[in-house]
């Protein structure tokens, strides 16, 4: 137990978390470089593209210390992105020591601080790195200082390190090794493992990704999970190296996986506490939450005899995203469909991507949105509105809540002003202001969640040139003067398209969704009137003129089947679009409220 | 003796123009060996048909067929005419550009059998014409005209394009007005499509040449079929307009469904149900022929429901749509599963009934192809 060291590595995203594992695993043989695709730890290939880490895994290294003892290092990879910083936590639970990773170029951001409360939160020994510090960029004093202002550190504990160059990588190693705690525990006491992650495999069914904190957990073992209170057997246990190695048991300290006759991932619930039915442990450990999603959406299929096809998809996603709740619905407009709940709009877009690139699947979505607490007159019944079609009639509403988010964002204080600005715009409540730096601030907000959901990290983006971080942790319900927002087409309202806004932006919402949705639907043969309402009140409207002309001017004899493949292909898109009564509207309508700048 | 039509297509043009994306070539190289191979695939399909088709018209389609010396446009007639059955009263068509013609040349088409031109004028406008990357001006294509008909032919068709870039519609009206003062009997005037793979369609995407808006592309259309309507022309197809008795022929075989056996590089043939085409390319086209004794690189056989779409499309876009003829060729499902829809078109404006016929109005003309979409 003593040459065990479990770490992971903390870092805002781009900070080179990926690359300096792999720089990690090639200087320990765990892999080759040419085995060592580029980001090695990210699996899927979205994960690749968006150049994040979704889903957290672990990989085991082996270490030969200048002191002649070969140490076993377990990597814990993190989920990157603030939709799962519950998943970050239990990682870190995982863990005695993180690798808190900055970027040369960069700084201190928002994510890296965010990060840190969370690994000091969980007690674990911080090695600060500095890394890129090849780039011609690289401003390696600056962010020296930032990181001992941050952490309280002496200078020269700070690593510098190139995952490109592979400077620092064997400091990091031996680091690990000396300043990390190796794991405590009673290898003789009860079994508590802890569930840091969980996958689905498509041959082996559910695997848990676990630590055990004390005892020892055997193939063949007869265990229970404390959340689900259900009963499995442990059939096959072992460590992780770049594929699963069967070691057929796991001792106290020792991260590995294992795989329970469990038929879905919903059995192994992150953050969950495994023991032996005979003489096990008493309690759990600490830090289990139900994972609680807060983001909303409807999932429709494009043509509705798909419905069960996209059902089907949700329930295989569901095997392997213990996240992800759906319930059906029926939208007026488009059919029956399904009511998704999400950890935010990341996890949300990477279900939507996965369903079209995995399963095939062609869906509409509607405009995301949080969940409310509608309180009633005279009753003072709650009801929680996950969708704005249910939202009660305005006069039977005595008032509303909505989720709050406490929001950190670190900018260069040039930009103050320009983040002041939008926060205010995004009904932010300014708290607090710090300085990392002389250059750079560390603003606290609170913000409405549903405020920030959309575009609020693109707006940041660009308000500040791209410098600005932003990480936040929710904190609860608060009343606000909310209505909902109808919009009708040729005074058919189309339910899919209802939002719940702010009172004091409905006006400017109604005329920027109208505007854009005559952009979005195209000419019919009649014209189309667009009314945006709140209740009976028109507060927008517009309209869409007519067709005129829609006529290819040749056809002759070569022309003739291209105009009919032409004519075939014109219908398939048309059977793409949603009818809400004579009008027919393209998919991407149903979300272009999302894209709505002037 | 099934009556068939017959379209050449030579791919031979001295440059290409910017809208252009029919098949051209730039050179006059293997002229020879194009002719050799045009009257193999004569040879090759007269085995096939001569017995079943004859033809009632032949066009010379192209690239730009004027460009060709007359006696090789005689020598492909008289090959047809030797192999097939060639109505005495066959419509024989050239298309034709100003710039490449003269009086003589005019008269010696004539002799070689050429009865119809088709002279692709595009605009009387020196701006527009220098858009359109044409080698004529004004002058010219009013004296290609001329020198046509008192050559002897006098059915004569002239190709206009409207709703250019900048164009407005008294340049439009200008255009229209100078065409039916010359001596023709037939217009096609063509709204500018924007194709892929054309220079111009490059231009637009890289932001040098913006078209106009469908509203106004909409009020030339209807402006045209006004105006042509009253000097004469009669629209007999969404573009296409003529003088009593001089609706082409040719292309009448095509919209009514007629069959049409089509030679050389791209061309497209529809003979008992059904279709295929040959290799565009002029290499690769004679190469076929030299193995196969013809140019054909792939086909298809039309099943009932497309045969029933290309049916009405080409109908509904020229002459209307014969319920009796339909309902004997289709069956009435079809026309029953619509009716609620036609008559709501009908209702609207867009579709006009004439005793067992279906036809556009002019508003309908314009937004053809949508009401197509929603035939079910």
Redesign the interface.
Known sequence: MNQIRNFCIIAHIDHGKSTIADGLLEFTKTVSAREAKEQLLDNMDLERERGITIKSHAIKMKYLHEDKKEYILNLIDTPGHVDFSYEVSRSLAACEGALLVVDAAQGVEAQTISNLYLAIDAGLEIIPVINKIDLPSAMVDTVKSQIVDLIGCDEDDIILASAKTRAGIETILKTVVEKVPPPVGDPNAPLQALIFDSIFDAYRGAIAFIRVKNGTLRERDVIKFFATDKEFQADEIGVLGLTRVRTKELGTGDVGYLIPNAKDVHDLKVGDTITHIKGGAEKPLPGYKEIKPMVFSGLYPTNSEDYEDLRDALDKLKMNDAALLFVPETSAALGFGFRCGFLGMLHMEIIQERLEREYDQSIVTTLPNVEYYVYKKETGEKIIVDNPAEMPVIGDVEFVEEPYIKAQIVTPSEYVGNVMQLSMEKRGVYKNTTYIDPTRADLEFEFPLSEIIFDFYDKLKSTSRGYASFDYEYIGYRESDLVKLDIMLNGEPVDALSVIVHRSKSYDYGRKVCTKLKELIP?H??EIAIQASIGNKVISRTNI?A????????????D??R??KL??K??EG?RRMKQVGNVEIPQEAFLAVLQLEE | MKESACYIHIPFCDHKCIYCDFYSIITTDNVNSYLNALFKEIDYYSEKYSSTHSFNTIYFGGGTPSFMEPDYIAKIIAYIKQKFTVSDYAEISLETNPGTVDRTKLKNFFEAGINRISIGIQSFDPDELKFLTRIHDKETAITTVESAYSAGLENISVDLIFNLPNQSKEKWQTNLETAVSLPIKHISAYSLILEQGTILNKMVLDGKVKMQSEDYDADLYEFTIDFLCKHEFRQYEVSNFAKDGYQCVHNNAYWRYKDYLSLGTSAHSFMNGERWWNYSSLKMFIAAVENQNNGRVNGERINRLEMIEEYTMLALRSYGLDTLEFIKLFGNDWLEKNSEYINRLIEDGFFIRKNNFIKFTPRGYAVCDEILLNFT
């Open positions: 000419r043969m009649f003129k067709m005129r002309k829609n006529v290819l001017a040749k056809c002759y004899g070569g003739i089947t105009k009919r004519l075939e014109q219908k048309k």
